[in-house]
């Protein structure tokens, strides 16, 4: 199992202070070192900072651009592979202008924009503003990849390591996190048993194996570095290859293809035995299915079985949202909102984090096949998207006040 990123998190300053993200780097390759004294390897180093309205000095949607080049040349100078600028908040309309602008500006800094929580419940014109967002940057490039760099946030808390929905709670001290890749662990656990209690018992057994090594290593590291420990984001995530799959997970426990019926008990399951192990946690602990990063998932896409309305559904049991799907070219802003609206009612009413990081690829129809030129994608095709625009209530400019749905009397 892999570490797929430490993640640290802190305000840079604006203008942006040098000294801060040295000095967090410091701490990111003193973590590496460590875990790889322990047998892990990670993949990656990042930073997020607080969105950008809630910086020490907070940064205006016109100045964006400049925080996001300021980042990467930061993250180059100090070893730190990927930045990621906090989201544009739903009270500022302004900001969502500027995303495109962020992503056009560099190539290896992210972002996102929120737009439901329960605090401000479910945005309607946040909604929409992220969905002209993602259009937007699809034309960023020929083959639309620009969105790979951002995502669409429900109900997202401060302090998941995974990007792009990572971002520091502002006015905190700099902390750290770990994502782990580890839907290789789930297919490991599930390889040659016999009975559903002896999976689950050797998988909830190794995830708290590794848990335990993970969370005492990078406590004592940041401990030395000062910066907070938030804990550990141990969810389901997978590589493109058949044996690091959560859709090979998913048919080693007896599903015929993923998508088709007894895939969402297969992931119940998972997530489930996920809930039992005891660790520290941050972020979302749970299942990871982006499309075009789990090469299983991309197979089943491409021949059919997997729809993006399975995905809404998986997204109830512990999915993380919808990830990395390509969708055709000519998908439009009101198509994609109308998508973010229910994946934004799933969170709020059942009270977990989800995401949505749409590909529209120019010039594509669905059924066609998606090839990128990026050693963590898997071809696939093009999902067919069955929306069109919102009209009534859910077309105006409200919120969706929406509760937790509580127990049935």
Known sequence: MNIRALTGFLDPGWPLDARRIASMAAALNAARHALSQAGYMVQTLRVATPPPSDMGKPVPAAA??????????????????????????????????????ILAATENVFTSAS???????????????????????????????????????????????????????????????????????????????????????????????????????????????????????????????????????????????????????AIAFLADSLDRAQFQRTGFCGLFLPVLEDATLAARAGQGHLTVTDLLLYATLCGAGLDTIPLPGDTTPEAISAVLVDLGAIALRHNKPLTARLMPIPGKVAGDEVRFDFPYFASSRVLALRAEPLAGPLAGAGILDLGRRTQDR
């Open 115 to 265: 737009f439901a929580d329960f605090d401000h419940g479910l945005s309607l014109s946040a909604a929409r503003a992220c969905g002209q967002a993602i259009f937007e940057a699809s034309t960023l490039s020929p083959d639309g990849f620009a969105n790979l760099r951002f995502a669409a946030l429900a109900n997202v808390s401060p302090g998941t390591p995974f990007f792009p929905a990572a971002y520091h709670e502002g006015g905190t001290t700099p902390a750290m996190a770990a994502a782990t890749e580890a839907a290789e662990l789930a297919v490991d656990a599930l390889r040659d048993v016999s009975s559903l209690a002896t999976a689950r018992r050797r998988l909830i057994g190794m995830i708290e194996a590794h848990a335990a090594t993970l969370t005492r290593t990078l406590q004592r590291i940041t401990a030395e570095h000062e910066v907070r420990f938030l804990g550990l984001d141990f969810s389901f995530a997978p590589y493109p290859e058949f044996a690091r799959s959560l859709g090979t997970a998913c048919e080693a426990l007896g599903v015929p293809a993923t998508g088709l019926a007894g895939t969402a008990a």
């Open 64 to 101: 964006r651009a400049d925080l996001a080049r300021q980042l990467e040349a930061q993250c180059f100078v100090h070893g730190i592979d990927y930045g990621c600028i906090g989201p544009t908040l739903p009270e500022e309309p302004a900001g969502f202008s500027a995303i495109s602008e």
